[in-house]
Protein backbone atom coordinates (compact mmCIF):
# COMPACT_ATOMS: atom_id res chain seq x y z
CA UNK A 1 0.00 0.00 0.00
CA UNK A 2 2.61 2.74 0.79
CA UNK A 3 4.39 1.85 -2.68
CA UNK A 4 0.84 2.90 -4.61
CA UNK A 5 1.34 6.11 -1.84
CA UNK A 6 4.58 6.76 -2.84
CA UNK A 7 3.70 6.30 -7.09
CA UNK A 8 1.44 9.02 -6.44
CA UNK A 9 3.28 11.76 -4.94
CA UNK A 10 5.91 11.32 -8.04
CA UNK A 11 3.59 11.03 -10.54
CA UNK A 12 1.51 14.59 -9.27
CA UNK A 13 5.20 16.18 -8.96
CA UNK A 14 5.52 14.85 -12.38
CA UNK A 15 2.30 16.74 -13.67
CA UNK A 16 3.50 19.90 -12.13
CA UNK A 17 7.21 19.73 -13.89
CA UNK A 18 5.24 19.23 -17.33
CA UNK A 19 2.41 21.46 -17.49
CA UNK A 20 4.76 24.04 -16.32
CA UNK A 21 7.05 22.90 -19.49
CA UNK A 22 4.31 22.80 -21.87
CA UNK A 23 3.53 26.25 -20.84
CA UNK A 24 7.12 27.18 -21.19
CA UNK A 25 7.13 25.93 -24.79
CA UNK A 26 3.78 27.45 -25.35
CA UNK A 27 4.71 30.59 -24.45
CA UNK A 28 7.88 30.16 -26.51
CA UNK A 29 5.31 29.43 -29.93
CA UNK A 30 3.15 32.38 -29.33
CA UNK A 31 5.67 34.81 -28.75
CA UNK A 32 8.77 33.70 -31.29
CA UNK A 33 11.50 34.55 -28.64
CA UNK A 34 13.38 31.78 -27.22
CA UNK A 35 13.16 32.87 -24.02
CA UNK A 36 9.98 35.07 -23.69
CA UNK A 37 10.68 36.34 -20.17
CA UNK A 38 14.01 37.04 -18.89
CA UNK A 39 15.42 38.90 -15.58
CA UNK A 40 17.26 41.57 -15.91
CA UNK A 41 20.59 41.20 -14.69
CA UNK A 42 21.84 44.46 -14.37
CA UNK A 43 21.71 48.22 -13.78
CA UNK A 44 22.35 49.39 -17.30
CA UNK A 45 18.80 50.66 -17.57
CA UNK A 46 18.11 51.99 -14.13
CA UNK A 47 15.73 53.90 -13.58
CA UNK A 48 13.43 52.35 -15.77
CA UNK A 49 14.39 47.98 -14.90
CA UNK A 50 16.78 47.03 -11.96
CA UNK A 51 18.23 44.15 -11.17
CA UNK A 52 15.39 41.44 -10.54
CA UNK A 53 13.05 42.70 -12.96
CA UNK A 54 11.29 40.43 -15.15
CA UNK A 55 10.63 41.65 -19.15
CA UNK A 56 8.29 39.49 -21.48
CA UNK A 57 9.54 39.39 -24.72
CA UNK A 58 8.05 38.61 -28.24
CA UNK A 59 10.08 38.35 -31.10
CA UNK A 60 8.05 38.47 -34.15
CA UNK A 61 9.25 38.82 -37.93
CA UNK A 62 6.21 40.75 -38.48
CA UNK A 63 7.75 43.88 -36.20
CA UNK A 64 10.46 45.13 -37.40
CA UNK A 65 13.26 46.45 -34.99
CA UNK A 66 13.39 50.67 -34.86
CA UNK A 67 14.90 53.23 -32.61
CA UNK A 68 13.46 53.53 -28.84
CA UNK A 69 12.88 49.42 -28.81
CA UNK A 70 14.04 47.53 -26.04
CA UNK A 71 15.71 44.75 -26.95
CA UNK A 72 17.45 41.82 -25.73
CA UNK A 73 20.46 40.63 -27.81
CA UNK A 74 22.91 38.02 -26.78
CA UNK A 75 26.55 38.67 -28.34
CA UNK A 76 28.15 35.91 -30.42
CA UNK A 77 30.02 34.08 -28.65
CA UNK A 78 28.51 34.86 -25.16
CA UNK A 79 25.62 33.42 -23.22
CA UNK A 80 24.42 36.26 -20.81
CA UNK A 81 21.64 38.32 -22.09
CA UNK A 82 21.96 41.92 -22.54
CA UNK A 83 18.57 44.44 -21.93
CA UNK A 84 19.45 47.73 -23.82
CA UNK A 85 17.63 50.31 -26.19
CA UNK A 86 17.99 50.82 -29.52
CA UNK A 87 20.03 53.76 -30.92
CA UNK A 88 20.79 53.97 -34.37
CA UNK A 89 18.97 51.40 -36.99
CA UNK A 90 20.33 50.98 -40.64
CA UNK A 91 17.83 48.90 -43.15
CA UNK A 92 17.90 47.77 -46.66
CA UNK A 93 15.59 47.77 -49.09
CA UNK A 94 15.36 43.85 -48.37
CA UNK A 95 14.84 43.44 -44.83
CA UNK A 96 18.71 43.50 -43.65
CA UNK A 97 19.12 45.52 -40.57
CA UNK A 98 22.16 46.70 -38.56
CA UNK A 99 21.62 48.54 -35.55
CA UNK A 100 23.65 50.53 -32.66
CA UNK A 101 21.94 49.90 -28.67
CA UNK A 102 22.64 51.95 -25.53
CA UNK A 103 21.78 51.40 -21.72
CA UNK A 104 19.46 54.54 -20.88
CA UNK A 105 22.16 54.62 -17.75
CA UNK A 106 25.04 53.76 -19.43
CA UNK A 107 27.07 57.33 -20.74
CA UNK A 108 28.16 56.15 -23.94
CA UNK A 109 27.01 53.05 -26.53
CA UNK A 110 27.52 49.32 -26.65
CA UNK A 111 30.15 49.12 -29.09
CA UNK A 112 32.25 48.83 -26.15
CA UNK A 113 30.29 45.62 -25.18
CA UNK A 114 30.23 43.94 -28.78
CA UNK A 115 32.48 41.47 -30.25
CA UNK A 116 36.64 42.56 -31.06
CA UNK A 117 35.67 44.45 -34.70
CA UNK A 118 31.87 44.34 -34.16
CA UNK A 119 30.05 47.56 -34.99
CA UNK A 120 26.25 46.42 -35.20
CA UNK A 121 24.02 44.20 -34.22
CA UNK A 122 21.98 42.04 -36.59
CA UNK A 123 18.86 40.25 -36.50
CA UNK A 124 20.09 37.24 -35.08
CA UNK A 125 21.62 38.41 -32.14
CA UNK A 126 18.35 39.63 -30.78
CA UNK A 127 16.28 37.52 -28.18
CA UNK A 128 13.51 39.35 -28.34
CA UNK A 129 11.90 43.18 -27.78
CA UNK A 130 10.57 44.12 -24.10
CA UNK A 131 6.68 44.51 -24.42
CA UNK A 132 5.77 43.91 -20.39
CA UNK A 133 7.35 44.05 -17.19
CA UNK A 134 6.70 43.13 -13.70
CA UNK A 135 9.12 44.64 -10.83
CA UNK A 136 11.07 42.90 -8.34
CA UNK A 137 9.62 38.92 -9.03
CA UNK A 138 12.76 37.84 -10.98
CA UNK A 139 14.58 38.30 -7.30
CA UNK A 140 14.34 35.00 -6.81
CA UNK A 141 16.08 33.68 -9.84
CA UNK A 142 18.87 35.78 -9.40
CA UNK A 143 19.02 34.37 -5.53
CA UNK A 144 18.85 30.72 -6.81
CA UNK A 145 21.96 31.68 -8.74
CA UNK A 146 23.47 33.04 -6.48
CA UNK A 147 22.44 31.14 -3.45
CA UNK A 148 22.88 26.95 -4.30
CA UNK A 149 21.90 25.94 -1.19
CA UNK A 150 18.86 28.23 -1.41
CA UNK A 151 17.93 26.48 -5.15
CA UNK A 152 17.95 22.89 -3.40
CA UNK A 153 15.79 24.17 -0.59
CA UNK A 154 13.03 25.76 -2.73
CA UNK A 155 12.84 22.28 -4.89
CA UNK A 156 12.54 20.28 -2.08
CA UNK A 157 9.68 22.97 -0.69
CA UNK A 158 7.20 23.12 -3.56
CA UNK A 159 8.22 18.79 -3.76
CA UNK A 160 6.05 19.04 -0.66
CA UNK A 161 3.55 20.95 -1.99
CA UNK A 162 2.66 18.42 -4.62
CA UNK A 163 1.38 15.74 -2.36
CA UNK A 164 -1.92 15.59 -2.98
CA UNK A 165 -3.86 15.11 0.75
CA UNK B 1 16.00 74.82 -36.89
CA UNK B 2 19.46 75.29 -37.82
CA UNK B 3 22.01 72.63 -39.16
CA UNK B 4 25.44 72.81 -40.10
CA UNK B 5 27.70 69.83 -41.29
CA UNK B 6 31.13 69.06 -40.85
CA UNK B 7 33.51 66.97 -42.97
CA UNK B 8 34.66 64.37 -41.23
CA UNK B 9 36.43 60.98 -43.25
CA UNK B 10 33.58 60.12 -45.21
CA UNK B 11 30.83 60.65 -42.72
CA UNK B 12 28.69 64.01 -42.87
CA UNK B 13 28.10 64.93 -38.85
CA UNK B 14 25.72 67.17 -38.44
CA UNK B 15 25.23 69.46 -35.26
CA UNK B 16 22.02 70.60 -35.13
CA UNK B 17 20.84 73.13 -32.46
CA UNK B 18 17.21 73.10 -31.78
CA UNK B 19 15.48 76.48 -31.13
CA UNK B 20 13.12 76.11 -28.11
CA UNK B 21 10.63 73.87 -27.48
CA UNK B 22 8.22 73.91 -24.88
CA UNK B 23 5.75 70.90 -23.98
CA UNK B 24 3.84 69.69 -21.42
CA UNK B 25 3.35 66.23 -20.61
CA UNK B 26 1.31 66.10 -17.72
CA UNK B 27 -1.49 64.01 -19.01
CA UNK B 28 0.65 60.97 -19.58
CA UNK B 29 1.20 60.41 -16.26
CA UNK B 30 -0.91 58.21 -14.23
CA UNK B 31 -1.27 56.31 -11.03
CA UNK B 32 0.61 53.42 -12.97
CA UNK B 33 3.27 55.27 -15.44
CA UNK B 34 6.83 55.31 -13.58
CA UNK B 35 8.90 57.39 -16.06
CA UNK B 36 8.71 58.34 -19.77
CA UNK B 37 11.67 57.83 -22.23
CA UNK B 38 11.30 60.95 -24.22
CA UNK B 39 13.63 60.87 -27.67
CA UNK B 40 14.17 62.90 -30.52
CA UNK B 41 14.66 60.95 -33.70
CA UNK B 42 16.22 61.57 -37.21
CA UNK B 43 14.51 59.23 -40.36
CA UNK B 44 15.29 59.29 -43.47
CA UNK B 45 16.45 57.53 -46.67
CA UNK B 46 19.77 56.66 -48.52
CA UNK B 47 21.07 55.31 -51.69
CA UNK B 48 22.60 52.28 -49.38
CA UNK B 49 19.99 52.06 -47.00
CA UNK B 50 16.02 52.39 -47.31
CA UNK B 51 15.60 53.69 -44.52
CA UNK B 52 17.58 54.98 -41.33
CA UNK B 53 16.57 56.31 -37.96
CA UNK B 54 19.08 58.11 -35.48
CA UNK B 55 18.58 59.31 -31.77
CA UNK B 56 19.66 62.59 -31.39
CA UNK B 57 18.82 63.49 -27.84
CA UNK B 58 16.81 61.70 -25.01
CA UNK B 59 15.55 62.06 -21.62
CA UNK B 60 14.12 60.23 -18.76
CA UNK B 61 11.58 61.91 -17.00
CA UNK B 62 10.13 60.21 -13.94
CA UNK B 63 7.04 61.02 -12.43
CA UNK B 64 6.88 63.65 -10.14
CA UNK B 65 9.50 65.72 -12.51
CA UNK B 66 8.12 68.74 -13.42
CA UNK B 67 5.92 68.23 -16.25
CA UNK B 68 6.51 71.02 -18.43
CA UNK B 69 9.77 70.72 -20.12
CA UNK B 70 11.13 73.71 -21.63
CA UNK B 71 14.05 73.15 -23.90
CA UNK B 72 16.22 75.99 -25.50
CA UNK B 73 19.70 76.23 -27.59
CA UNK B 74 19.95 72.25 -26.98
CA UNK B 75 22.43 70.67 -29.12
CA UNK B 76 22.41 67.05 -30.40
CA UNK B 77 23.19 64.94 -27.70
CA UNK B 78 24.64 62.14 -30.28
CA UNK B 79 26.69 62.50 -33.00
CA UNK B 80 24.57 62.29 -36.00
CA UNK B 81 26.46 59.84 -38.37
CA UNK B 82 25.18 58.14 -41.50
CA UNK B 83 25.99 54.93 -43.01
CA UNK B 84 27.98 55.88 -45.96
CA UNK B 85 27.64 59.67 -47.63
CA UNK B 86 23.44 59.75 -47.71
CA UNK B 87 22.98 63.37 -45.88
CA UNK B 88 24.86 65.32 -48.83
CA UNK B 89 21.78 66.71 -50.08
CA UNK B 90 19.42 64.84 -48.54
CA UNK B 91 15.87 67.20 -48.40
CA UNK B 92 13.80 64.74 -46.58
CA UNK B 93 15.29 64.16 -43.30
CA UNK B 94 12.44 64.18 -40.70
CA UNK B 95 12.26 64.49 -37.01
CA UNK B 96 9.64 62.80 -34.34
CA UNK B 97 9.23 63.55 -30.92
CA UNK B 98 8.32 59.84 -29.27
CA UNK B 99 8.22 58.11 -26.00
CA UNK B 100 7.93 55.26 -24.35
CA UNK B 101 6.42 54.81 -21.47
CA UNK B 102 7.26 52.57 -18.36
CA UNK B 103 4.56 51.43 -16.01
CA UNK B 104 5.48 50.41 -12.25
CA UNK B 105 4.04 47.22 -13.68
CA UNK B 106 2.79 46.36 -17.32
CA UNK B 107 2.68 46.88 -21.01
CA UNK B 108 5.53 48.93 -21.80
CA UNK B 109 4.44 50.89 -25.26
CA UNK B 110 6.46 52.88 -27.79
CA UNK B 111 4.32 56.15 -28.63
CA UNK B 112 5.10 58.81 -31.62
CA UNK B 113 3.96 62.39 -31.09
CA UNK B 114 1.74 63.66 -34.05
CA UNK B 115 3.15 66.13 -36.18
CA UNK B 116 7.31 66.46 -37.65
CA UNK B 117 9.89 68.62 -38.47
CA UNK B 118 11.30 68.00 -42.47
CA UNK B 119 15.74 69.26 -42.00
CA UNK B 120 16.61 69.46 -45.52
CA UNK B 121 20.30 69.35 -45.74
CA UNK B 122 22.58 70.93 -47.85
CA UNK B 123 24.02 70.11 -51.08
CA UNK B 124 27.86 71.41 -50.21
CA UNK B 125 30.22 69.85 -47.39
CA UNK B 126 30.81 72.53 -44.75
CA UNK B 127 34.08 72.67 -43.34
CA UNK B 128 34.03 73.86 -39.85
CA UNK B 129 35.98 73.35 -36.59
CA UNK B 130 32.85 74.86 -34.19
CA UNK B 131 32.51 72.40 -31.50
Known sequence: ?165 | MHGREIMRKDNLVERSDLGFVTFDITSIFDWNVKQLFLYLSAEYSTKNNALNQVVLWDKIMLRGDNPRLFLKDMKSKYFFFDDGNGLKGNRNVTLTLSWNVVPNAGILPLVTGSGHVSVPFPDTYETTKSY
Not at chain 1, 44 to 66: C, K, Q, V, W
Not at chain 1, 142 to 163: E, G, Q
Open chain 1, 1 to 165: MLVIVYYDDVLNFGMIVSSALMIWKGLMVVTGSESPIVVVLSGSMEPAFHRGDLLFLTNRIEDPIRVGEIVVFRIEGREIPIVHRVLKIHEKQNGDIKFLTKGDNNAVDDRGLYKRGQHWLEKKDVVGRARGFVPYIGIVTILMNDYPKFKVRALSFSACFSHPS
